[in-house]
């Protein structure tokens, strides 16, 4: 089969989502997934007239008459029932939080008064009526939709969620991945190596980014043992939704996996992708729906598979919007190939607020160290070989920096 264009790749991956399952999850473990209801408010936001000042409250229509001196008739922290003032010539001293006393309409701050013998001296001109006074309801009404449905939940949402009384969401959740290592090259990241060995390492990189996509994830190692694979294989498959493996679907003569695949009747959807780094990506479904996702071994080719192709899969799946995200190049860099190039960068916005791709070139894909100072990778076109300083692309982010 020849090459497709990434294009095509990443339509052909992003029409074949899984259903995500739904369940009732603490608030606490909810950051991050996709809310699967609507929040309403269970009461007005605020629920009463809210102080927002430490100070005291006065009615500004004796203010208005010229009284600048009130004597305190209570003194209220937050937390209390609502108080009825018995003078409305007098002040009462309040707490921020605190409920606005009946009677009372405006609230003066500290820093505006002199308090001497339980008298409240007002020492400024600009006060006006209902001031420093958050009042039932501003914000929002009983039954008003304060999230939708469809939301992926942040710090923010945690403290709405949390006003309302929700200790429990309904949420989205993708279905668990295992990520599989193969090659007989490859020890366990606790074992010091020999000469000829390297640390199995490009799977834990996969599997932070699938965390932070919301995916919960295992591990699994297979040596190039073509009939121990293929068994171990049609067990996982038949276990997760979705197998990401790295490795073993190039050329070599241990590259057993696209074999293996094509005899447990696995659908291959396509088999190398005209792009740079990770040419050899493969991707296909099995028949009882899990998704395979059999990534090249080089880890940089393999955590940009991940970073563009199973990231919008688990976004196209959950109907998360994709935000396009265009960087600026900050310095010329050409590219002969006819090929789509995912070219590290790190990025920072310049002094008018616009934000600056710097690409930088490693040692192959094989160059993993480079990804430590990059933020994500600019989106290279194949119909161009130079791409000019000052020129628009497309960014994907592998850290969390929006």
């Not at 090459?3 to 899984?18: C, Y």
């Not at 400024?124 to 992926?152: P, S």
């Not at 429990?168 to 193969?182: F, G, M, R, Y």
């Amino acid at each position: 089969m020849e090459f497709i264009q990434f294009t095509e790749a990443l339509n052909i991956v992003t029409s074949h989502p899984f259903i995500p399952l739904v369940e009732k999850r603490e608030l606490k473990d909810c950051v991050g997934l996709i809310l699967n209801e609507d929040l309403k408010a269970d009461r007005p936001f605020p629920p009463f007239d809210r102080v927002t000042m430490d100070g005291i409250t006065i009615a500004f229509s004796e203010f208005e008459k010229g009284q600048r001196s009130f004597k305190i008739e209570k003194t209220i922290p937050a937390g209390t029932p609502q108080y009825t003032v018995k003078n409305v010539a007098k002040c009462v001293q309040i707490m921020t939080g605190a409920m606005m006393p009946i009677g009372m309409d405006t609230v003066i701050r500290y820093e505006d008064l002199t308090i001497v013998d339980d008298t409240a001296t007002v020492n400024i001109e600009t006060v006006q009526a209902q001031q420093n006074v958050h009042f039932k309801g501003m914000d929002k009404q009983l039954g008003d939709t304060l999230l939708k449905k469809g939301i992926k939940l942040g710090a923010p949402e945690m403290n709405i969620a949390a006003a309302i009384g929700k200790a429990e969401l309904s949420v989205l959740i993708p279905p668990k991945a295992v990520i599989i290592t193969n090659g007989d090259e490859l020890v366990p990241i606790e074992t010091t190596p020999e000469a000829h060995q390297i640390r199995r390492s490009g799977n834990y990189g996969i599997q932070a980014l699938l965390n932070q996509y919301g995916v919960e994830t295992s591990m699994h190692h297979m040596n190039d043992n073509k009939a121990l694979m293929k068994e171990g294989l049609a067990a996982l498959i038949e276990t997760y939704q979705c197998i990401v493996l790295t490795g073993g679907v190039s050329k070599g003569k241990f590259d057993y996996l696209p074999e293996i695949l094509d005899e447990l009747g696995v659908q291959k959807h396509f088999h190398k992708v005209n792009q740079r780094p990770g040419k050899p990506f493969w991707f296909g479904t099995a028949t009882n729906g899990s998704t395979i996702f059999a990534l090249p071994g080089n880890p940089v080719s393999s955590f940009m598979c991940a970073s563009v192709y199973i990231q919008a899969w688990v976004n196209t799946s959950l109907k998360i919007e994709p935000k396009t995200i265009k960087v600026k190049l900050d310095k010329e860099v050409s590219f002969p190939r006819p090929l789509t190039y995912f070219l590290e960068c790190a990025i920072a916005f310049d002094e008018n607020g616009t934000l600056m791709a710097s690409p930088f070139i490693g040692h192959g894909s094989g160059d993993f160290a480079n990804l430590a100072v990059a933020d994500g990778f600019v989106i290279l076109p194949a119909e161009k070989s130079v791409f000019k300083a000052g020129e628009v692309y497309d960014f994907v982010p592998f850290r969390n920096l929006f």
